[in-house]
């Protein structure tokens, strides 16, 4: 499945999910009772690819979690966290932003994202996400979170929007 350039162009900010598509969705707990994750390098160019296009990006996240907050500063991302339902969050995020929900862009992995990848105007789940979420996604990347996924759709978007602009 390819995601058409006229519909990448028609994209103007992204929102992503943490847990499962900045991370292979493991979780590593210390006997102490610390988490620890993994997150791929390649993904956070790029997030930094996509800010210095002036993409606005945000993570919206169930979990409250120190290394969302941690993960998101280092990238300069805007994160909001501890949400339980995210799609009045990512339509409150579109509007402070000056966006519609068809301007956005929603990368997803489980039943908790179905609202968003649903409502977004490109709802794009993770190679590995589960059943569910694949079913509401209009795309599928060809990674799988926490393996390149998020450095995949900000190629997309880049090459779509700068063929555009060439």
């Known amino acids: 499945m390819i995601i058409p350039k006229k519909k990448l162009t028609a994209i103007k900010g992204i929102a992503f999910d943490f847990d499962g598509v900045f991370t292979d969705n493991l979780v590593y707990v210390m006997q102490n009772g610390d988490e620890a994750v993994a997150c791929n390098r390649s993904d956070g160019m790029g997030i930094r690819m ?79 996400a589960y059943p569910i979420a694949l079913d509401a996604a209009d795309f599928v990347l060809t990674k799988k979170g926490g393996h390149g996924a998020v450095r995949e759709i900000a190629d997309l978007w880049l090459d779509a929007n700068l063929e555009v602009a060439n």
């Open 50 to 128: 996509l800010l210095t296009a002036g993409v606005p990006l945000v993570i919206i996240s169930t979990e409250e979690n120190p290394i969302v907050t941690v993960r998101g500063a280092k990238l300069n991302l805007e994160v909001i966290q501890g949400v339980v339902d995210k799609l009045p969050r990512l339509v409150d995020w579109a509007v402070q932003n000056g966006l519609s929900l068809d301007q956005i862009a929603f990368v997803g992995n489980d039943v908790n994202d179905m609202q968003c990848l649903k409502s977004a105007g490109l709802g794009i789940a993770v190679a590995d």
